[in-house]
Structures are given as C-alpha cells and as structure tokens.
T-cell receptor
Framework: AQSVAQPEDQVNVAEGNPLTVKCTYSVSGNPYLFWYVQYPNRGLQFLLKYITGDNLVKGSYGFEAEFNKSQTSFHLKKPSALVSDSALYFC?????????????WGLGTSLAVNP | GAVVSQHPSRVICKSGTSVKIECRSL??????MFWYRQFPKKSLMLMATSNEGSKATYEQGVEKDKFLINHASLTLSTLTVTSAHPEDSSFYICSAREGGTGGRQPQHFGDGTRLSIL
C-alpha cells in the first residue's frame, strides 16, 4: 500500500538558518513525489517534484528536495529561511507504475520561521 | 501558467440549502479534477476524482448523493453540496491536472471555498 509520512507536526527555525521538512514514503513501484505549500485560507501551491533523473530537485522560492531511494525519503530543504516561508507544507506520492491516479498525502508540517 | 479558479471563495448559508462550487482550469485542459475537503489544521481528504465526461469516482465514506460532482467540460468541474448541514461546514479545495501525462504533472489547486452552514 502507498503511504507518506511527515514525522514532524511542526518545525521552528530562525530566519536565515537552513530549514528541512522531512518526508518518507512507501510505494510498490517507482515513486512520483511532490511538495506543496499552503498559506492560510488558500489552496496549495506546487513547489517541486521528482519523477526521474537527478536526485536533487530544485523548485520554487529557493526550495529544493533530495530523493533518497535507499532511505525512501524526499526531504524539503532551503539554505536560508525567510519569515515569509512560514506556512503548511505537504508531501505527496504516487506510484508511477500503478493505475491509481490519485496522490497520497502526508498530514502536513507547519513551518514557523522566527525573525 | 496552470491557473485554477475556484468560486465562490466563501459561502455562509442556512441549513438545508444546496451550495454549488465551481472549479475552472483557466489556461490548460484538465481531463482529471479532484475535490478535497480540509479540516482545520488537518491534511487533505480526497472526496472524489472526476474525469471529463464520465461519472466521478468517490472515496470510501463520501456520500455521492450528498456531494454531487459534474465534470462537463475539460475546463470546468462543479461540486454541489446538497441540503447542507452544519457538519458539512469545511474548507473545500479543487485541483486539476493536465491529461495524457501518466500522472507526472502536478495537480494545480484552486484557492478553496470556505463553507459555513448555520
């Protein structure tokens, strides 16, 4: 069965420090992995995805994520956090080899960047 | 590109009212659209997947007669909450994905509809 885990309900970092939001997954085939961000009372915005190729994926707003097959992880990172990065972050996975069209979502991690 | 418009953004109405929410892909054709419900500070709950021209596929536990979904064109899907009650109050979000990509393309989301039933 497909699953996604975001082990941290909340992450706090100081502005200017590097940030990491963790995500691990489980699929039977090759994973299609996605990160989204949600600001209050808004829909989700796509940040980046991994389908195939280079394990380090760069996305919007200076975010990047590294696909680690052996650890089945896809952690979201940013070298220097901004207060405006404070939001809810979701990781999602789809089994690339399956017929199921839907994404499996993590429970979300609330990121707070303190000035 | 890849803009999804969701309307209305907020609805406040009396119990028993039916409410229609529209989801439009403005600059791409969406063969598949998704409807989610989100509870406060909680993850997304997929309600149903709709494909243009066919019946929606509902997730387990979602009443299809309560939440009517229509995907009549490649750019428009609607969700109608019939005879809404206070327990239906929630944040409803739609998303759309371009077709023919084998699921490699991301879903693009509307800004959500805050539904409050009095």
């Amino acid at each position: 069965a497909q699953s996604v885990a975001q082990p941290e309900d909340q992450v706090n970092v100081a502005e200017g420090n590097p940030l990491t939001v963790k995500c691990t997954y489980s699929v039977s085939g090759n994973p299609y992995l996605f990160w989204y961000v949600q600001y209050p009372n808004r829909g989700l915005q796509f940040l980046l995805k991994y389908i195939t190729g280079d394990n380090l994926v760069k996305g919007s707003y200076g975010f990047e994520a590294e696909f680690n097959k052996s650890q089945t992880s896809f952690h979201l990172k940013k070298p220097s956090a901004l207060v405006s990065d404070s939001a809810l972050y979701f990781c999602a996975v789809r089994d690339g080899g399956g017929n199921n069209r839907k994404l499996i979502w993590g429970l979300g991690t609330s990121l707070a960047v303190n000035p | 590109g890849a803009v999804v418009s969701q309307h209305p953004s907020r609805v406040i109405c009396k119990s028993g009212t039916s409410v229609k929410i529209e989801c439009r892909s403005l600059d791409f054709q969406a063969t598949t659209m998704f409807w989610y419900r989100q509870f406060p500070k909680k993850s997304l709950m997929l309600m149903a997947t709709s494909n243009e021209g066919s019946k929606a596929t509902y997730e387990q536990g979602v009443e299809k007669d309560k939440f009517l979904i229509n995907h009549a064109s490649l750019t428009l899907s609607t969700l109608t909450v019939t005879s809404a009650h206070p327990e239906d109050s929630s944040f409803y979000i739609c998303s759309a994905r371009e077709g023919g990509t084998g699921g490699r393309q991301p879903q693009h989301f509307g800004d959500g509809t805050r539904l409050s039933i009095l």
